[in-house]
C-alpha cells in the first residue's frame, strides 16, 4: 500500500486510461478498512462460501492487506464458479450474492482501454468483441500478465 500511495501521478485523475494494479490493490485496503474484515474473511464469508470456492491461495503486501488485482490463486472449477456468478448476473442458485446492477455496471465499457489488457475497461472487467465463428460478440475478461485468465461470453448462455 505505500508503495502504490508514495508514486507520482504521470497526467491529471480522467485525462486518460492507464490500467494500475495498484490503485485495484487500493480498493483491497479500502473493503479490510471499510468492513473490519480482511478482504480474504470479507470474500470468504460474502463470495466465496456461498457459491462453493473451496481453498484459495491470496497474498498480503508488507503491511498485511491481502492484494488487489494481483496473486489470487483459485482452481480452475473455482474460476468458472465465478465466471457464472458474473455470467447469471450475480445470482447463485436462488440468492443473489452481487448485485445485479453492479454486474452490468462493472463489465460495461467505461474507457477505451489500452494496449496492455487489449480491450476496454469496466470496472475490474476487460471488455471487447471477439470473432467466434462467422460474428463478433461481446465479452468480458480477466487478464493477468501477458494472458487472459478467464473470458465470459454472456451473449451466449
Not at 485523475?13 to 483491497?28: D, K, R, V
Not at 474460476?79 to 436462488?94: I, S, T
Request: with cysteine; charged share 20%; net charge negative.
Amino acid at each position: 500500500m505505500e508503495f502504490v500511495l508514495g508514486r507520482r501521478l504521470l497526467e491529471e485523475p480522467g485525462a486518460s486510461f492507464n490500467y494500475n494494479t495498484g490503485a485495484s490493490h487500493l480498493l483491497s485496503v479500502i473493503i479490510t478498512r471499510a468492513t473490519g474484515q480482511d478482504t480474504y474473511s470479507f470474500a470468504r464469508e460474502n463470495l466465496f462460501s456461498p457459491i462453493g470456492i473451496g481453498e484459495v491461495e491470496w497474498r498480503t503486501d508488507p503491511q498485511g492487506y491481502y492484494a488487489g488485482g494481483t496473486d489470487l490463486w483459485m482452481c480452475a472449477e473455482d474460476l468458472a464458479r465465478f465466471g457464472l456468478l458474473y455470467l447469471h448476473n450475480g445470482r447463485w442458485d436462488e440468492e443473489q450474492i452481487i448485485p445485479a446492477d453492479w454486474v452490468e455496471l462493472s463489465t460495461t465499457s467505461h474507457s477505451k482501454g489500452s494496449r496492455i489488457g487489449g480491450g476496454q475497461y469496466g470496472f475490474q472487467w476487460w471488455t471487447t468483441s471477439l470473432l467466434v465463428g462467422t460474428e463478433f460478440v461481446e465479452c468480458f475478461y480477466g487478464w493477468a500478465l501477458r494472458a487472459s485468465i478467464s473470458t465470459w461470453f454472456p451473449n451466449m448462455i
